[in-house]
């Protein structure tokens, strides 16, 4: 196992939008129910927010949160990464809007765009900069606002249910002690080839011009999704991703304390755990009151577990994602 210099996570964060959308709000503006979502997806509300909210101001609440759990001065932050598949603008990304409504102007802003394992993947850089001493202090932001572009019609109720808004962030820095607290792998993987079966096509550059009348009637600017198929793939990949980072620090599945899941599908995160052989009162679930927040669930999900106390020094945390590109990843903390 590695033993040198770790990354700790020292502060946590998360806000959801007030508004709450139940299954039953729903029914009224989709050919749904109630029953289907609950038995499909294990979903029962989201939240949602009003218009002229943008990820970047989730995140930045969210930020707020972290940095005071953390106890430092946001002064200290020296790194923003936000994660995020709905930014506020086509450009620029959302790191350098949340730098700015924190009044943190100046320092480096990068944005990753791995949608669903936004969040590990933004961890896994974190951690590289903090071992190596670039940064001493990193705000990581996942914030995602869904709601405003969702098909309501037959075609895209499939991902009109599953998506909500919301953000999480955390804090990082060096472990200073030698406790053996902090990221002890991050594993990441990609297949671009099933890139068309989870994405938002338009509007894309490769036309000229990128907006035409035609772009509306075409409807090619919601998000499609092979539903099927990301499932089959979601429930393989994550495990084996889980299974790669424990074999990296010669960990075993029993060592796990909590398992993490993006918040996908409650169904996926139960198969999961099934070929893990992770007993279900391990895994972290709140898909059934969040919906699924994209590069927001996992931090949203970690910062309600340590909240509640569930999540204590020592244990081990396993994170795994899966989504578009596709792209998929794993990490193990020493909390
Ligand atoms: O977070 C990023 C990654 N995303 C995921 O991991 C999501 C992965 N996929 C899924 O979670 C599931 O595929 C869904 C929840 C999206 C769909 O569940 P499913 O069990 O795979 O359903 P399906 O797509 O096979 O559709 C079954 C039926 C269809 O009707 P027919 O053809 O059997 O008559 C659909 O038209 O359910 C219908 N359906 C719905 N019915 C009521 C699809 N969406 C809905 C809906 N309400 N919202």
Not at 159 to 175: Q, S, T
Not at 243 to 267: C, G, Y
């Amino acid at each position: 196992m590695k033993e040198e210099k770790r990354t700790v996570i020292c502060g946590t964060g998360h806000y959801l939008p007030p508004q709450i959308v139940t299954n039953f709000d729903l029914e009224k503006i989709i050919n749904t129910s109630d029953e289907w979502i609950r038995q499909r997806t294990g979903i029962v509300q989201r939240h949602y927010g009003t218009p002229g909210v943008g990820s970047s101001d989730l995140a930045t609440e969210a930020a707020k949160l972290a940095i005071k759990d953390a106890g430092i001065d946001k002064s200290e932050i020296d790194f923003i990464i936000a994660a995020t598949l709905s930014p506020d603008y086509y450009f620029p990304g959302i790191g350098v809007l949340v730098g700015s409504k924190l009044g943190l102007n100046g320092i480096g802003a990068l944005d990753v765009r791995n949608q669903c394992s936004g969040f590990i993947y933004a961890l896994s850089v974190a951690d590289q900069y903090i071992r190596n001493g670039t940064y001493q202090k990193i705000l990581l932001v996942a914030a995602e606002v869904q709601s405003s572009n969702l098909d309501h019609s037959d075609e895209g109720r499939d991902m009109a249910v599953l998506f909500g808004d919301g953000a999480g962030a955390v804090i990082l820095e060096a472990n200073s002690e030698n406790d053996g607290r902090g990221i002890l792998t991050t594993k990441l993987f990609s297949d671009g080839q099933y890139a068309c079966e989870l994405w938002m096509e338009k509007p894309s550059p490769k036309d000229k011009p990128t907006f035409s009348p035609g772009l509306l009637e075409e409807k090619k600017y919601y998000p499609r999704m092979n539903g099927r198929n990301v499932f089959k793939h979601a429930i393989e990949k994550m495990p084996q991703a889980v299974w790669a980072s424990l074999k990296e620090v010669s960990l075993t599945v029993n060592d796990i304390d909590h398992l993490i899941p993006h918040q996908a599908n409650d169904r996926i995160s139960l198969m999961v755990a099934q070929k893990l052989n992770i007993p279900v009162n391990k895994v972290i679930r709140n898909i059934h009151r969040v919906g699924n927040t994209t590069a927001a669930s996992i931090p949203i999900a970690l910062d309600e577990a340590v909240k509640e106390k569930r999540i204590k020094t020592g244990d081990l945390v396993a994170l795994t994602a899966f989504g578009s590109g596709f792209t998929w990843a794993a990490a193990l903390l020493r909390w």
